[in-house]
């Protein structure tokens, strides 16, 4: 039997993987089968189990591709020697931005993937932890160097930015036109001026 090369499994695993992903994206993660992913991947059902465990496997490889892409953009967005406002709008407009290019990823993890009965503990959920804790970085450097007030809920921040990302670009993630720039801008600017409108300053 002829060795099969690293290169060569690798390929054989990436074209599985993008499969997957086209196949979940049209599907579902419920109405698509190993045998559509491996039709999808010119490649026999059997083969698909020798990279993958399960569909499930193929799922959080899926997302765990998207999560990494997107995690690496967001560490050096975090890293810059900038202003807390401008990362913090950085990191924002990023990951709108990575919803509305990455859809399908996007909509499976939210409609499927943090839905499901085995989602607390799962591989996926210790890697959305990872992704949110970037953010959670910026906003306790932002307390260190006195730019965010220190007695600031952080549980409440996180879940304030992500929760409202969520929600404006679902419609997006589902054809929608969103304008990603003012969406990131108009977030910034509510997070930081608040709801109330402040007392006009009498002339000196």
Known sequence: MPVISAQKMQDRRDSILAAAREAFAKGGFEGTSIADIARAARVSDG???RYFANKRDLLNAVLTEFYERTMD???????????????LHDIIHRHIEAFVRDADACRLFISEVRTAADYQGSPVQQLNRRYTSILVRIIESGIASGEVR??????????????AIEHRTWAAVNGRP???????????????????????RSGR
């Open 178 to 200: 969103l304008d990603i720039d003012a969406t990131a801008k108009g977030l910034v600017e509510l997070l930081r001026y608040g709801l109330m409108a402040r007392p006009k």
């Open 47 to 49: 083969l698909v189990y």
């Open 150 to 163: 220190p007695d600031i809920e952080m549980r409440l921040v996180r879940d304030v930015i992500f929760g």
């Open 73 to 87: 953009d967001l560490d050096v967005i975090a890293g810059r020697d900038a202003s807390f406002e401008q990362r």
